[in-house]
């Protein structure tokens, strides 16, 4: 990364304005997860790309976060469990010991709202969870540059006006022992389904956004 700008766009998206190099990726097992009461979780966060050229980006800063829905564990046994490793939610709903949870602004259950996560780190375990959400936007804007060169000249080529192409990304992100933020996967056009209110709610006001972002606008009795 040569340099980067980022620019408060409202009270609850990043613009991240930046120049590109060419990167490589590589993987890692996370063999230390960052635990909580035990359990693994990781984080979705939203990312929404309103044109390749130039690239501008907003990431919204709230998001969720979603747990296994048994503790932790290294052991051979436990190898098999997918409900100790995986922190799908779509794998987890089905675990006999899932627990709901409808409020985003509560710790409670195995899926809160990133914004109540950050607020648990720093009230009860005293954690500077800034540190880690400037962590985690350095990913956002790697990971899309590593794209952009090819995406943009099939922008280039296929699609009329650059501006027209856009996309809400969804990145997975589990944090290591050691508070460091790695990328799980991006998901192209993340589910929006919303089947309790804190999902309502937190996917609801992003989705609003977005669409308010891309022109079209929503109602003021309907927001």
């Known amino acids: 990364l040569k340099s980067a700008k980022i620019v408060p766009a409202n009270n609850r998206y990043m613009y991240l304005n930046f120049f590109f ?8 097992y996370i063999l230390d997860p960052f635990l909580i009461n035990g359990s693994k979780f990781d984080l979705r ?29 290294t052991t051979t046994k436990s190898l098999s469990n997918r409900f100790v490793h995986l922190t799908n939610y779509s794998v ?7 627990t709901a949870n409808s409020d985003e602004r509560v710790c409670q259950g195995h899926k809160w709202g990133l914004q109540a996560l950050w607020q648990y780190m720093r009230s009860e ?27 943009s000249s099939l922008v280039r080529a296929h699609v009329k006006h650059s501006r027209c ?9 589990m944090l290591d022992s050691k508070l460091k933020p790695w990328i799980l996967e991006v998901n ?17 006001v992003m ?17």
């Open 188 to 204: 192209v056009s993340p589910s929006l389904h919303s089947n309790s209110r804190l999902d309502q709610n937190i996917k609801g």
């Open 165 to 173: 192409c856009h996309e809400l990304f969804g990145f997975d992100i």
């Open 21 to 28: 190099l060419t990167l490589a990726c590589g993987f890692r």
């Open 92 to 98: 987890n709903k089905r675990n006999a010991n899932f």
């Open 125 to 151: 375990l005293g954690i500077d969870t800034a540190g880690i959400w400037d962590a985690i936007k350095d990913l956002v804007i790697k990971t899309i540059i590593s794209s952009e060169a090819s995406i």
């Open 207 to 223: 989705v609003r956004d977005i669409l308010n972002m891309a022109g079209f606008r929503i109602p003021v009795h309907i927001k």
């Open 45 to 73: 966060v939203y990312v929404y790309v309103t044109c390749y050229d130039p690239l501008r980006v907003y990431i919204f800063k709230d998001g969720l976060t979603r747990f296994a829905t048994c503790k932790y564990s």
